[in-house]
Each structure stands twice: as C-alpha cells, then as structure tokens.
C-alpha cells in the first residue's frame, strides 16, 4: 500500500475529520479526501461512515487503524534512538505514574532534572491505568508493582507503605489515638476502597473500616487524602514517603500500615541507549538515595 494514503489515512481517523487532518497535514480537504478514496479504491473496502458531524470508522477502517497506529509508534520508538544518538539530552521524553506518586513525589522534584537539562520536554501522564511501554504509550514508567512484561527493562527504586498520618494541629485538638480501636473518635481520611490504587492501600482501608469509625471522608487519589489531613479534617491514609516533604505530617498508630509496595522505573528494551531515558533514570536514582538518607538521619534522630 502507498505510505503516504495510509499516513493521511491515519491522520483522518485519528481526527474524525477531513478538515482537521487536512489542517495537521496542510493540505486542502480535496486533497486529503482524493487520497482516502483512492485508498479505499486499492482495497476495495469502505473505510469510513461519513455523516454530518464527522467521520466514523467501518470495521475495515477500525482494523487498518490498528495497524496504522502500531506502525506510528514504531516510527516513533525509531525516531526517538536516532535523535538519542545525539550528544546532548533534549526532546520529548513521556514519563507514566501514578496520580498519587506523580503528584507528591515526583512533581516536586522535576526543578532538579530540569536544572541540569534544561531542553527536556517532559510529557507527565499521571493515571492509575498501566500504560503499555513497548507500544509506545509511554517511554518510562514508574509503577507500584514488578513490570510482568519480558521485553522491558527493570530497576527497583524503594519500597513504600501506606501509614495513619495526622497533622501536629489536629492532634493538638483531638489528642493522638494509641491504637487502632481509638478511630472510633476520629474521622478517617482515605480512598475508596473501589477506586484505582495500589492494592496494599485498598487492603488497608478495608481493614480499618471494620473498627467502629463514624465519620469518612473518601477521595479517588491521595493528593485529597492529604490535602484534608493538612486542613486538619482527620487522620489519613497516605504514603510513608510524604513524611519527609511535610514535617507537619505526624504518624500515628505506628503498627497500623499496609504490605510493603515496591517501586519499579521500567522502560523498553529498545530504549536502552536513550540518553534522554539515561538523565530521567539517573535522575530518580539520585533522588531516591537522598530521600533514603534522610529517613535514616531521622530514624536515628
């Protein structure tokens, strides 16, 4: 098949529109529209419904879009190890975590990265979803589990826990709870135990719900979880991690936490020579030692 009809091809489903794709390809809707039909003709498929509103996929359209989409992000992964050729750390590199970790852990932390490249471009996708790395959704991850695929390359950062934490204000307030028992005076700050998160955490939750706490408060990512015990509204669930970022944080009931979560950087095989994968990956290192570090200095102090 002619690569340029499946190139316009693609831009038109991956538009819904004539027009659209014509304006990402600068060529007029004529144009972009004799191509699609002269593809249809090679094939002798009908590869779009057209209506009013836009364009629709046909079956044979659904299944040249597959293929067309798989072929992009190939391309892509090619581009990407030919730039990596270069010297220099720059371009796009999209990094995948969770919300949580994304927006506690790593967000504040990326002035670091950017300071010592300054042409990075990082595109942060922070969803609970697995994005699938050899398929080019992403090219880094951060995951809260062991990648199970073969064709990536692993390394473990840490370890993690979801701990009780309240702040110094509230239990000023409200007194500090020796024991789990004790949650009947208080109100529990934590995620539904249905919503996306790692599973240790909803195993937590699950267990604490069985004591008798009166007042609840659920939040679909942990980034509200904190955000209430900060404005001194109860006692959360939230990741050890936060301890050193927040001094404010306290940890209560120090027996009560989940199983451990291992932490995961994972990214293709392919892109084992990315210097571009190299800066992000030396980078986490880095800082995942000087947050170990400094929970042992205060282990001990």
Known sequence: MDWDKLRIFHAVADAGSLTHAGDQLHLSQSAVSRQVRGLEE??????????????????????????????????????????????EVFGELRVTTTIGFGTLWLAPRLPQLYAQHPDLKIDLMLEEKVLDLPMREADVAIRMKEPSQADLIRKRLMSVHMCLFASRQYLETHGMPENADELHAHRLICQNPRSAQVGAGATLVNELMTYDVPSLLTVNNYFGVLQGVLHNLGIGVLPDYLARDFPDLVRVIPDVQSSEV??????????????????FRDFVQKEIFAYRKKMKEQAVS
């Open 262 to 279: 291992p932490v995961f950087l994972a990214y293709p095989e392919e892109l084992r020579q990315s210097k571009r994968i190299a800066a």
């Open 42 to 87: 090679s094939l002798n498929a009908t590869l779009f419904h057209r209506h009013a509103r836009g364009l629709i996929l046909t079956e044979q359209g659904e299944l040249l879009f597959d293929a067309t989409r798989a072929m992009m992000k190939r391309l892509d992964a090619a581009t990407a190890r030919i730039r990596d050729s270069e010297e």
